[in-house]
């Protein structure tokens, strides 16, 4: 293969490569590792590029990453290192060093020089993968750990204690029963989220009426607000199309959830409103959307935590969402609802006058 073509075909990877001599000198550099290491390039007018001749050492200033060259120029047949380089953000690559033996150097005439390649793969997202999962496992553990400890010292007071003392013994049944159906809701939505992910790539075909059960979760929630002295409206545009392709039990856990928050987080005796609409654009979507917005007269939510709100287990005030049942999975439920859905959540709020959650969902109109 000549060099041209080896350049061109390393060219189209989306790992830096380095091709390298026995002196550790830059046989080639392809445009991924130009793009890292702001390496120079020089073509000549036939179009060749030049040799690049370089110290690897002046490319890439890695220590660990110069050490395991020479330890490979030095007769290993292969090297691995875990690089974290500080760029804009900051990212993690795995740089992998081989020999160019017998079997694998391009046959003679092209870069006979050639030694070792090194390559850097960009291991970032995988990591952070890594590292979601064992965040989640120690916050689901965590969730599970409080009400457990609750239950079994409970559990030993009534064996001892509070063994005769039958006034204590209904107090601490209740708060028993009431610790238990917390380990209950937190299972329960962590199967809801693991179903919806299941199928999240999966879009509803079946077209549902979105009013309907906009409709039905209000009179499901409307006894549980007059408790709290509230009343939840519903309002829905004339000219809106309702009929959507759509999951129904899917879309009424969306808007029970956001309900359920709106009662939960806004202050005492004000209203829940919903309004339903139809927009001709919005960002990210295709096509005309209906927008279901739910809105509160609460305290609001700084602007700061916004961007964070659907990620699992995120409360502004972990305390309250507690003591009021809360699990701190539903909004991280809606979203993946909606993405299954192919629509979207956009949350505004003021803090001191309130919160409106709008669910945009694409009408998909043909
Ligand atoms: N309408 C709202 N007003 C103020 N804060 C809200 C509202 N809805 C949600 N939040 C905040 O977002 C957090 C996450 O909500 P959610 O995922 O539904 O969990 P949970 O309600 O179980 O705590 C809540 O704990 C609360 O801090
Ligand atoms: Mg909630």
Redesign the pocket.
């Known amino acids: 293969m000549a060099y041209n073509k080896l350049s061109a075909l390393l060219d189209g990877l989306t790992s830096a490569v380095f091709v390298l001599d026995d002196k550790r000198r830059i046989l080639v550099a392809n445009r991924a590792a130009e793009r890292l290491f702001g390496t120079k390039r020089t073509s000549s007018h036939s179009g060749n590029h030049s040799q690049l001749g370089l110290d690897f050492v002046r490319a890439v200033r890695h220590p660990e990453c110069l050490k395991a060259v020479d330890k490979v120029l030095a007769g290993s047949h292969q090297e691995q290192v875990i690089l974290s380089l500080r760029m804009s953000v900051p990212t993690t690559y795995q740089v992998n060093i081989c020999t160019l033996d017998e079997g694998t150097s391009p046959p003679s005439g092209a870069l006979d020089e050639a030694r070792l390649v090194v390559s850097f793969d960009d291991i970032s997202p995988i990591r952070e993968a890594e590292k979601m999962r064992s965040d989640f496992v120690a916050n689901v553990s965590h969730e599970l750990r409080s009400p457990l400890t609750a239950l079994t010292g409970f559990i030993e007071t009534l064996k001892g204690a509070a063994k005769n003392d039958e006034q204590a013994r209904n107090r601490f049944l209740d708060i028993m029963e009431a610790e238990a159906q917390r380990m209950k809701r937190l299972i329960s939505d962590l199967l809801s989220l693991s179903k919806v992910e299941i199928n999240e790539y999966m879009r509803p075909t079946k077209r549902v009426d979105v009013a309907e059960i906009v409709k039905r979760v209000v009179t499901t929630m409307s006894p549980q607000a007059a408790k709290q002295g509230k009343v939840i409206s519903f309002q829905c545009s004339s000219n809106a199309t309702i009929r959507l392709p759509g999951d129904a039990d899917q879309l009424t856990q969306v808007f029970h959830?956001l309900v359920e928050?709106?009662l939960?987080?806004?202050d005492s005796n004000t209203n829940v409103e919903i309004k339903l609409s139809q927009i001709e654009r919005s960002y990210g979507l295709i096509g005309p959307v209906l927008a279901v917005e739910v809105k509160?007269q609460?305290?609001g939510?700084a602007a700061e935590h916004l961007p964070r709100?659907t990620e699992r287990f995120?409360?502004?005030?972990a305390g309250r969402?507690r003591d009021m049942g809360?699990?701190?999975?539903?909004?991280?439920i809606v979203k993946h609802i909606l993405s299954r859905h192919r629509g979207r959540l956009q949350i505004e709020s003021n803090v001191g006058i309130g919160?409106r959650?709008i669910v945009l969902l694409p009408l998909d109109i043909k």
């Open positions: 959830n928050n709106a939960r987080y806004g509160d609460g305290p939510i709100l995120y409360r502004i005030d969402s809360g699990t701190g999975l539903g909004l991280a919160s959650f």
